[in-house]
């Protein structure tokens, strides 16, 4: 899960209906969710049992839960909350309303032990990534089937088109942000604490996204860029399912654009003045390698044809999701009775998806 911190993820605006003042009860839920005592602002009594622990980080701390109400299992979501601002993730999250998009479930307040509140955001479980679906086909020396690649990348881009189409860019897509529950094959993004609506003529800042799949852009420090910054993490993310490591292994920030241009080649006057018009300086010089040649026989044809428009140094000449959606890879899905590897239909993929709420 990514940090709040990054970018201030908080809108300077008062945050209103803070949980109010109280004593222990109130601290004692900051430190557990499982606590009874709950302030949710859309009013929902919530209870939980049997929380575990499942993710740490700079961000906060991720549980696992059971709603004592339904049965339903869930993910808690806990970060601390500066009450001076609003908090840009739970801002973003109640937009959204996607089938391949976490679901926001509800949220609630929790008093910290010293100055401060706990915002917890409550969401759906979903144990597994993409990240483990990689690593388990590499434990077991197997390539990723082609079909699995299809249909995990497909939701991937429908999810992209429409937080994309609502302004929206997630900036930390990666194998870890993207959930998949392996008993329906459905793919669903994640952690939503980098995203931000972008605005033409913003500043934002550069150092975001995970290094391996960090746009070269942002790599040259561009603190004004758009939506194609997540094509680009797509892009890699799509490489790694044929290579089952990340394309561009970077070992510090010089050494991503290092290990970029190593494949692309070095780019050239104009393709670093479309990537940021006030980068300066002299890159490395390496002619880099044909698509063709740096894959073999890794990746299917079409594969290695849609890689190389989303994987590109210009911004604008990135595919976007839509038209990734429509690239001939994914022709063979389109058709009927298909099936996945193991037996099990496909998942929905061309529905049409509800609309923001």
Same mark, same amino acid.
Not at 35 to 63: E, H
Not at 248 to 267: A, Y
């Given at each position: 899960?990514?940090?709040? +911190?990054?970018?201030?993820?908080?809108?300077?605006?008062?945050?209103?209906?803070?949980?109010?003042?109280?004593?222990?009860?109130?601290?004692?839920?900051?430190?557990?969710?499982?606590?009874?005592?709950?302030?949710? $602002?859309?009013?929902?009594?919530?209870?939980?049992?049997?929380? =575990?622990?499942?993710? =740490?980080?700079?961000?906060?701390?991720?549980?696992?839960?059971?709603? +004592?109400?339904?049965?339903?299992?869930?993910?808690?979501?806990?970060?601390?909350?500066?009450?001076? #601002?609003?908090?840009?993730?739970?801002?973003?999250?109640?937009?959204?309303?996607?089938?391949?998009?976490?679901?926001?479930?509800?949220?609630?307040?929790?008093?910290?032990?010293?100055?401060?509140?706990?915002?917890?955001?409550?969401?759906? #479980?979903?144990?597994?990534?993409?990240?483990?679906?990689?690593?388990?086909?590499?434990?077991?020396? /197997?390539?990723?089937?082609?079909?699995?690649?299809?249909?995990?990348? #497909?939701?991937?881009?429908?999810?992209?088109?429409?937080?994309?189409?609502?302004?929206?860019?997630?900036?930390?897509?990666?194998?870890?942000?993207?959930?998949?529950?392996?008993?329906?094959?459905?793919? =669903?993004?994640?952690?939503?604490?980098?995203?931000?609506?972008?605005? $033409?003529?913003?500043?934002?800042?550069?150092?975001?996204?995970?290094? #391996?799949?960090?746009?070269?852009?942002?790599?040259?420090?561009?603190?004004?860029?758009?939506?194609?910054?997540?094509?680009?993490?797509?892009?890699?993310?799509?490489?790694?399912?044929?290579?089952?490591?990340?394309?561009?292994?970077?070992?510090?920030?010089?050494?991503?654009?290092?290990?970029?241009?190593?494949?692309?080649?070095?780019?050239?006057?104009?393709?670093?003045?479309?990537?940021?018009?006030?980068?300066?300086?002299?890159?490395?010089?390496?002619?880099?390698?044909?698509?063709?040649?740096?894959?073999?026989? =890794?990746?299917?044809?079409?594969?290695?044809?849609?890689?190389?428009?989303?994987?590109?140094?210009?911004?604008?000449?990135?595919?976007?999701?839509?038209?990734?959606?429509?690239?001939?890879?994914?022709?063979?899905?389109?058709?009927?009775?298909? $099936?996945?590897?193991?037996? /099990?239909?496909?998942?929905?993929?061309?529905?049409?998806?509800?609309?923001?709420?």
């Amino acid at each position: 899960m990514a940090s709040n +911190a990054r970018d201030s993820n908080q809108d300077p605006k008062a945050e209103e209906n803070r949980m109010p003042k109280g004593g222990g009860a109130a601290a004692a839920a900051a430190e557990n969710p499982a606590s009874d005592n709950k302030s949710s $602002k859309t009013g929902a009594d919530l209870q939980f049992t049997s929380t =575990k622990v499942v993710a =740490k980080g700079s961000f906060g701390v991720v549980f696992k839960a059971t709603l +004592a109400s339904t049965g339903e299992q869930v993910a808690i979501k806990k970060v601390l909350q500066d009450p001076r #601002y609003k908090n840009r993730e739970l801002q973003i999250l109640r937009m959204l309303k996607h089938p391949n998009i976490v679901d926001l479930k509800n949220f609630f307040y929790a008093k910290a032990e010293q100055d401060g509140v706990f915002l917890n955001l409550v969401m759906e #479980y979903i144990p597994h990534t993409v990240h483990y679906v990689l690593k388990k086909y590499m434990n077991e020396s /197997k390539c990723v089937p082609t079909r699995v690649t299809q249909v995990y990348m #497909y939701q991937i881009f429908r999810a992209l088109e429409y937080v994309h189409s609502l302004g929206v860019c997630h900036r930390d897509i990666k194998p870890h942000n993207l959930l998949v529950d392996t008993r329906n094959h459905v793919c =669903k993004i994640c952690d939503f604490g980098s995203a931000k609506i972008l605005q $033409k003529g913003q500043r934002n800042v550069a150092y975001i996204c995970s290094r #391996y799949y960090r746009a070269p852009e942002l790599v040259l420090d561009a603190v004004e860029y758009t939506t194609a910054i997540d094509m680009w993490s797509a892009g890699c993310v799509f490489a790694e399912f044929f290579l089952g490591n990340p394309i561009f292994l970077g070992r510090s920030k010089t050494d991503q654009l290092v290990e970029i241009i190593k494949i692309l080649g070095t780019p050239n006057n104009e393709d670093c003045k479309l990537m940021n018009p006030k980068h300066h300086g002299n890159l490395p010089p390496h002619k880099g390698k044909p698509w063709p040649q740096f894959w073999g026989k =890794k990746a299917p044809k079409d594969a290695i044809e849609l890689m190389s428009q989303i994987l590109c140094y210009r911004p604008l000449d990135r595919l976007t999701a839509t038209q990734a959606m429509a690239h001939k890879f994914f022709d063979s899905i389109r058709k009927q009775g298909i $099936k996945m590897p193991d037996g /099990k239909p496909l998942p929905p993929l061309f529905d049409e998806p509800s609309s923001s709420q």
